[in-house]
């Protein structure tokens, strides 16, 4: 059933629900093996089971929570750590940008919406940036919070079972578990192109990570992001300009 077919009596406890159901199938579940995947990794890196729920529940980047496993295994300086933490997140400011004019309401406060912006997720922001512009106004915020939480309070307990089943899970299987979640948001995006920016920002993207990479790896999401888009914005202004004088 639909999200637009579901009783709206009680709008925010009915979105509400909503926004949970729709979280507990295929996104928590793949938001949660990558979790399982960071768990059995902070278990090897010689993280506690409290810190490692720390991690997914206060920095909810799972990469930035690998980067954070790598350089406090490499012996690296706190500032430092903390500093690469926090550019690996960087994405979520722009996303963070282009969510919240779509779901605010002036019926939640400013303190709601500042904990809803902590639960944005890659995973969340696509499935909200496709879903809640159909849903009525009122209510695009509580079916937000009540996906993100979802996944939130799923990764936390995934983070707990991998950890504790680190033991069976080869090297490989948990690389594989960690790149799930950034697949399966590279698919909803793909599914969800339905301008002609939107292509060309996948396009440009997928063009623009690999290449570099090659040059800076400890860059490359940022450069990558960056550089594609841009470049994207540019041929899609270019295109536009044409169709204009044509």
């Excluded at 995973?123 to 939480?149: I, K, L, V």
């Excluded at 799930?180 to 993207?205: M, N, Q, S």
Aim: with cysteine.
């Amino acid at each position: 059933m639909s999200t637009r077919d579901r009783p709206r009596t009680g709008f925010v406890s009915a979105a509400f629900v909503s926004g949970l159901q729709d979280a507990l199938g295929v996104p928590a579940a793949v938001v949660a093996a990558g979790m399982v995947g960071f768990g059995a990794f902070a278990l090897e890196y010689g993280f506690s089971l409290w810190l490692a729920l720390v991690c997914t529940a206060g920095i909810w980047a799972l990469p930035g929570q690998i980067v954070l496993l790598e350089m406090h295994a490499s012996g690296a300086p706190a500032y430092l750590t903390v500093l690469a933490v926090m550019l690996t997140s960087a994405r979520f400011l722009p996303m963070t940008i282009s969510l919240m004019p779509v779901i605010r309401h002036p019926r939640y406060s400013r303190a709601s919406v500042y904990v809803a912006a902590q639960l944005i997720s890659m995973t969340g922001w696509a499935w909200a940036m496709r879903s809640c512009p159909e849903m009525p106004r009122e209510e695009r915020f509580p079916y937000f919070f009540g996906f993100a939480a979802a996944c939130w309070g799923v990764s936390i307990l995934a983070t707990a079972a991998g950890y504790f089943m680190a033991g069976g899970f080869p090297a490989p299987l948990r690389l594989g578990f960690v790149f799930l979640a950034p697949v399966y948001f590279f698919v909803i995006l793909i599914g969800d192109a339905r301008t002609a920016l939107a292509a060309w920002a996948l396009a440009c993207g997928a063009l623009a990570g690999p290449l570099v990479h090659m040059m800076s790896p400890q860059w490359s999401v940022l450069l990558g992001g960056l550089i594609g888009g841009t470049l994207a914005y540019l041929i899609h202004k270019r295109h536009r300009m044409n169709g204009r004088t044509n």
